[in-house]
């Protein structure tokens, strides 16, 4: 249920703030109710500049009503976030109704301030990339050698990556044969290789995963979409829509924003790759190495081969833009890395 205008206030108040509370239309998306919700703020007695009760500022908010018989993911991750560094939108309020089975989230909107990134193009220029690789690289090293947080279902076991893989598997199958652009044998040889090296591997993947070495938090849908960059000044790129967040290889990431969404070609990636491994080994040291880095960034690479094989079998999309830049990064880097 969404919080009443009673308790809104109350939750205002509760931050220091006052003020008329007025709320828009819900929009349902998937699980999730989201309600826009502004404070219209009063100046309180003796503020300055201003008598009690003249009204200062509106304040932007919103409200995330999601349904779910355990409490969201989203949820638990603005909880643990919430003592971090990472930039993410303010939360005045994170709960779960166990009685409604519904999580209850109140953030900030950032709307006001800052624009969505998913409207640009790539070559990106210089210095939104490197503000974009300091966003990310904060968020991995506040995650780096996470043990709190459980295993994605698909990685607590070397029989359930296994059985993973096999729906990669069958997925690649499907789209070998309904993909309407026809690819060549080399390109075929590439889905089949990573595929086999990714079995034959399968083991020290897992075992490396479950000692959470040089492992993070993942965003785990880190897509143009859930990047916020500042509109006005002083303002700082946010990350948002903490849904899929899970444990994994800080590359997997990088693949999903820097290769689906914004390929830079072989020698413009494999800069931003310098760019954010300095970044993000200046706050969590030197033990991950460049090699090893690069090694994880081939492994997302194949791993991410096979996300247009997903979207055709699950979704019926068909995308060929993602389908060339996938193959392209993954030739790039078998070069760099061996």
């Not at 638990?76 to 519904?102: C, H, I, Q, W």
């Not at 709190?148 to 990556?161: A, D, F, I, N, T």
């Not at 990636?269 to 690069?294: C, D, K």
Request: hydrophobic fraction near 40%.
């Amino acid at each position: 249920m969404p919080l009443t205008e009673q308790q809104l206030t109350a939750i205002m108040n509760n931050h220091g703030l006052a003020g008329k509370i007025s709320t828009g239309e819900p929009i349902t998306r998937g699980r999730a109710v989201l309600r826009p919700v502004s404070l219209l703020a009063e100046r309180g007695e003796g503020g300055e500049g201003a008598e009690g009760g003249e009204t200062g500022a509106s304040l932007q908010l919103l409200e995330k009503v999601t349904a779910a018989q355990a409490e969201p993911v989203e949820n638990a991750m603005y909880r643990l976030f919430g003592g971090r560094k990472a930039s993410l939108p303010k939360v005045f309020y994170n709960a779960y109704d166990a009685l409604t089975e519904e999580g209850i989230l109140l953030l900030e909107d950032l709307t006001p301030t800052h624009g969505n990134i998913a409207d640009w193009n790539a070559p990106l220029e210089a210095e939104p990339v490197h503000r974009l690789l300091e966003l990310i690289a904060g968020f991995h090293a506040e995650g780096w050698g996470e043990r709190g947080l459980p295993l994605p279902q698909h990685l607590e076991s070397l029989e359930k990556y296994l059985e993973h893989l096999g729906y990669v598997e069958r997925d690649y199958a499907h789209f070998r044969q309904y993909y309407p652009f026809r690819l060549g044998a080399e390109e075929y040889s590439l889905y089949e290789n990573s595929l086999r090296r990714l079995q034959e591997n399968a083991g020290g993947y897992i075992e490396r995963i479950h000692a959470r070495r040089h492992t993070t938090i993942l965003h785990g849908d880190l897509n143009a979409c859930n990047v916020l960059y500042p509109a006005v000044p002083g303002a700082i790129p946010v990350l948002i829509d903490l849904e899929a967040v899970r444990i994994g290889l800080c590359t997997e990431d990088l693949v999903m924003l820097f290769v689906h969404d914004f390929y830079h070609g072989g020698a413009g990636t494999l800069e931003i790759l310098r760019q954010y491994y300095g970044l993000l080994n200046a706050q969590v040291g030197s033990s991950y190495g460049w090699e090893l880095f690069m090694q994880d960034m081939q492994w997302s690479l194949m791993e991410g081969l096979f996300f247009p094989a997903k979207l055709l079998a699950h979704e019926g999309v068909q995308d060929e833009e993602l389908v060339w830049k996938s193959i392209q990064a993954l030739r790039g880097l078998l070069e760099t890395v061996v």
